[in-house]
Structure formats: structure tokens, C-alpha cells
């Protein structure tokens, strides 16, 4: 019983930072119906933020030396602002482009970044000790479980809270849901385009910076690629959870995440190199049952 | 109250609307009418700031709105209720109304027209926050109405309202409109029926091709068989007898 509880929990903490992948991807293609590759970057250069820029082999600490709240404040903002300007620079010009072109846009903005990161950071990966305290094991009942996996759990539960609030209650989450229904109809009643994606790209840089941390404390290497599986598999969980539904997307991320856990565990030795292939094979299984994913929005249909 | 004069727009090559010259008077209800294609749509669009026009101007209150973007044109004071409709299916019968709330200066007075606007529509005080998309055409159509009515348009552009709509709900729509204009609203409305362009306008506009084929007071154009011919495009003398 302790045994399976303390996979549970493993498997919503992994799951909680597909999730939050997900989230970030799905948003913004709610908003632009953009699938933006670029949240890679975002992930990896949020993480890279916490070291002084150097292609040394050791890894010296600036930002990441800092008390723990200011050091996430400084890579929240970091990442919102990289986020932003990205809009501003690569996805403002292409506004009015189709989908296939913003993707492509996204491909290259992606590729330019990883390159200007293995310009300033080098390609090797470097060892970071940050958030040490959250690798221990804290012990509630007869639970052993790493103090991360509850600390990645609270996160994205209040992030996706507070993510609610914002689309439910405020002036820009009505406006932000509008768009991503009809964005023509949203601006012929005012709605500012150009607010409406910034603040989508502001909260989905918010998004990648928590996962960028979260993920950081848990692997405590920094890689240059190290946002792209993260990232793969949050398109997956957007697609299985149904695009352009944000709680598909998170339930997706859940899905995705506590599957691989499960199969981790339950898999006989021999099988669990293959883990992954299992849990693609599942997707598309469950693709092929529900070809709109978990959450279907459905297209307001004319009623007379 | 509203100039527009030579307009021309385009889509691609195809010109859909070739020199039009159109006013509308504070506190009048004026009907475009003309069969699919006429340009009427495409003139509202215009106006609204959804199009660029590629030649002529539009005047709203002797200021120039040509250029203006959509954003601001119903900032300026002129709101559309769309073709189809669009209400935002998703979110709820309240949110498509503060939506529209949103752009106005005064928050409190916003608030109390959105009650207001609650009590004297209570089909959509019942279905308050129940999602829009449920909501029956006719009741979209009254939401769609009452939605821009929350921007305080001084210029209400409504883009065909009866279009499928059962006849009892054309009637009301139809009443509420005329309720509006005796309110002081103005409305430039677009008609594909000619009948129902008559029982609402005060002036009609017959479109055709993308220019505008008759114009007049509707008490002048009810009786004539003038209005038929331009809607219909045929010449009354020349028709076989």
C-alpha cells in the first residue's frame, strides 16, 4: 500500500510538470492557434539563467546563488520577458500568417536560440547544485517521498488555480477566452489584439520558468537541449487532452506523465528501456478511440 | 451622423463594392437591401474597420474613420452586430456581456446598464450563466443585440438579424430594433428581404452589383413597382407584358 501511494504521488509530480509544458503550449494555441516550438528555449533558457554566462566547464552559480524566492522572481521575469519579446520580434510580423507558417517561424526562432546558447553557455552539460533541500525525502506516515515531488505538486496546483482565476474572473482572462473562440468578433468589441497575445505570452513564459526550475531541482544538469523531451511530450498531452481545451491540455500532461511513471514501475526489468515506445503506442491507441482528444470543444453549432 | 462616399473594396481583383455613397442621419433606421453579393456585408465590414476600403472615405460624426483600426472604430462609437451572430459560445451569457463592458471609460455605470440590459432581456437574465452556445438562435440574436448595445454605440451596424430565425423571433428582433430607434439609436441595417426592409427602415438604400441602384424615403419606394426592378435588376418597361 505505501509502496503504491508513493508511485501515486511520483506519477502526479511528473505528470504536474507535463502539465505545466502542456499549459504553456496550449494557451497560445488557444489564443494564435500557434504550436510553439519555442517553449523549448524558454524551459532551457530558463534554467540557464541561474549561472554566469561562460563556455567553462564548471558551472558558477550567480542568480542561482540568491534566496531561494528572488532567484524565481528574477527567472520568472527573465523568461517573461524573452517570451514577449519573441512575440514582438518573430510572431508579431507573422500575425496574419497560416498556422503552418507560424509553426515554421516558431521551428526557427527555436533553432536560433539553441544555437546563441551554445554560443554563450557551450554544448557540455554542466552539473548545478541548486535546491539541495528539495532532493531530501520527507517522511509523512509511513511515506517516504522526495520533498520535490510535493513541492512540484503545490506549484502547479496553485499555478493552475490562479490560471483559472485569471481566464474566469478577470478583464484580460474574459477578453483572452473570447479571442481564442473568435478573435475577429473579440476585436470588433474592442479587445486590443496586441494586449490579449502579450499577456499570453507573458503567462506562458511564467509557465515555462516554473518548469524550468522545478525540472532543474530535479536533474540539477543543465543540457541545451534539456526543454525539448519536456516539450515533445507536452504537444503529445495537448493533442491527447484536446487541442484548444486547457484543461485537456493539463489533463493530458497528467495522463502522459503518470503513465510513463506506472509502466516504470510495473514493467519487468527487460521491458523498461522500451518504456517510452508503450506509452506512444497508448497515445495512439487512445487518438485512434478519440480522435479529438480527451476534451472535445465543441464548434457552436446554429441552433434555430 | 455617417458619410461614407465612393467607396471601393476589393477582394483581390474582384471589386465587391464599386463607388458607394451612403449617409445616415442621427436617429434613423436605414436598410441596405439587394440580392447575395449586392456588397451590403462588405460595406458594413468596411464601416466596422474589418476591411480596408481601396478607395473613398467614411466620415463619423465630420471626423474621417477611414484608416481607423477595428479596435478603435467601436471606441469611436460604432458597433456591430455581425452576420451569424458570433457570440462567444463558450463563455457564459454574462461574460458576453461584460466583454463588451470592457471598453467603457465609467466601470460602475457599465455595471448598471449590464442589469439593466439583464431585466429588460430576461430570457438572458434566466440563462445568465449558462454557456452562450446553448442558447436558441433567437436568443443569440437578442444577446448578439444586447452585447453591442453594452458598448454604447451611437451607430448600431446590424448585419442581416432575421437570418435564420424562426418568423416569431424575425418579429421580435425587429421590434426590439425599432425600440431602439425610438430611443435615439441609430441603426444602418443590413436586409437581404426586401419586405422586411420596408416594415423597419425609414430610408432603404437598394445595393446590386456593388453600387448602390436606388435610394429613397421608404414611404416614397413602398408603392412603386421602381424598387422591385432595382432590387431585381430588370427594367419594369422592358419586361414582357
Known amino acids: 500500500m505505501t509502496f503504491f501511494l508513493q508511485v501515486v504521488i511520483n506519477a502526479i509530480s511528473i505528470g504536474s510538470l507535463y502539465a505545466l509544458a502542456a499549459l504553456g503550449i496550449g494557451l497560445l494555441f488557444g489564443v494564435m492557434r500557434l504550436i510553439n516550438f519555442a517553449h523549448a528555449s524558454y524551459i532551457t533558457i530558463g534554467a540557464y539563467t541561474i549561472i554566469v554566462p561562460s563556455t567553462a566547464a564548471l558551472a558558477t552559480l550567480y542568480i542561482g546563488n540568491w534566496h531561494w524566492a528572488l532567484m524565481t522572481a528574477a527567472v520568472c521575469a527573465i523568461v517573461i520577458v524573452l517570451a514577449v519579446c519573441t512575440e514582438f520580434i518573430v510572431f508579431r510580423p507573422l500575425r496574419h500568417a497560416d498556422p503552418a507558417t507560424l509553426l515554421v517561424g ?28 528539495l532532493i531530501e525525502h520527507i517522511a509523512i506516515g509511513g511515506l517516504t517521498i522526495p520533498r520535490i515531488d510535493v513541492v512540484t505538486i503545490g506549484i502547479t496546483v496553485t499555478l493552475l488555480v490562479a490560471l483559472g482565476l485569471f481566464l474566469k474572473k478577470t478583464r484580460y482572462g474574459i477578453e483572452m477566452r473570447a479571442a481564442s473562440e473568435d478573435f475577429r468578433m473579440a476585436r470588433l468589441l474592442g479587445v486590443r489584439a496586441n494586449r490579449v497575445i502579450s499577456i499570453a505570452f507573458a503567462i506562458s513564459g511564467l509557465l515555462a520558468a516554473a518548469v524550468s526550475l522545478l525540472y532543474l531541482s530535479r536533474v540539477g544538469v543543465l543540457f541545451p537541449r534539456m526543454g525539448i523531451p519536456l516539450v515533445i511530450i507536452a504537444f503529445v498531452a495537448t493533442v491527447i487532452g484536446g487541442m484548444g481545451s486547457l484543461f485537456g491540455a493539463a489533463l493530458g500532461g497528467f495522463f502522459v506523465g503518470a503513465v510513463s511513471v506506472v509502466l516504470q514501475t510495473i514493467l519487468p526489468l527487460g521491458l523498461r528501456a522500451h518504456r517510452d515506445a508503450i506509452v506512444y503506442i497508448l497515445v495512439i491507441a487512445i487518438l485512434l478511440w478519440r480522435p479529438e482528444g480527451l476534451i472535445q470543444v465543441r464548434a457552436v453549432k446554429e441552433r434555430v | 451622423m455617417l458619410a461614407v462616399s465612393d467607396l471601393e473594396v476589393r477582394y483581390g481583383r474582384m471589386a465587391a463594392v464599386r463607388g458607394i455613397k451612403l449617409d445616415v442621419g442621427a436617429g434613423e433606421i436605414v436598410c441596405m437591401v439587394g440580392p447575395n453579393g449586392a456588397g451590403k456585408s462588405t460595406t458594413m465590414l468596411t464601416i466596422a474597420g474589418e476591411l480596408t476600403p481601396h478607395a473613398g472615405t467614411i466620415r463619423f460624426e465630420d471626423k474621417p474613420l477611414t484608416g481607423t483600426s477595428v479596435e478603435n472604430v467601436v471606441r469611436r462609437g460604432i458597433s456591430l452586430v455581425p452576420e451569424g451572430r458570433r457570440i462567444f459560445g463558450r463563455l457564459t451569457v454574462e461574460e458576453n456581456l461584460r466583454l463588451a463592458t470592457f471598453i467603457r471609460k465609467n466601470a460602475r455605470e457599465a455595471a448598471s446598464d449590464l442589469e439593466r440590459i439583464m431585466e429588460q432581456f430576461p430570457i438572458l437574465q434566466e440563462r445568465r450563466h449558462a454557456p452562450a452556445g446553448r442558447l436558441s438562435g433567437g436568443e443569440q440574436q437578442i444577446l448578439a443585440i444586447a452585447r453591442t448595445l453594452l458598448t454604447k454605440p451611437k451607430l448600431m451596424l446590424v448585419d442581416e438579424p432575421a437570418l435564420g430565425l424562426a418568423p416569431m423571433m424575425v418579429q421580435l428582433v425587429h421590434e426590439i430594433l425599432t425600440e431602439l430607434r425610438s430611443e435615439g439609436m441609430t441603426l444602418l441595417v443590413v436586409e437581404q428581404s426586401l419586405e422586411r426592409a420596408l416594415a423597419l427602415a425609414d430610408r432603404i438604400y437598394v445595393l446590386r452589383d456593388g453600387q448602390v441602384q436606388l435610394t429613397g424615403p421608404t414611404d416614397e419606394l413602398r408603392d412603386g413597382e421602381q424598387i422591385e426592378a432595382a432590387y431585381f435588376g430588370f427594367q419594369m418597361q422592358g419586361a414582357a407584358p
Open chain 1, 106 to 133: 516558431s521551428f526557427a526562432l527555436s533553432f536560433s536560440l539553441y544555437y546563441l546558447l551554445l554560443l554563450i553557455h557551450g554544448g557540455r552539460p554542466k552539473a548545478v547544485d541548486i535546491g539541495r533541500g
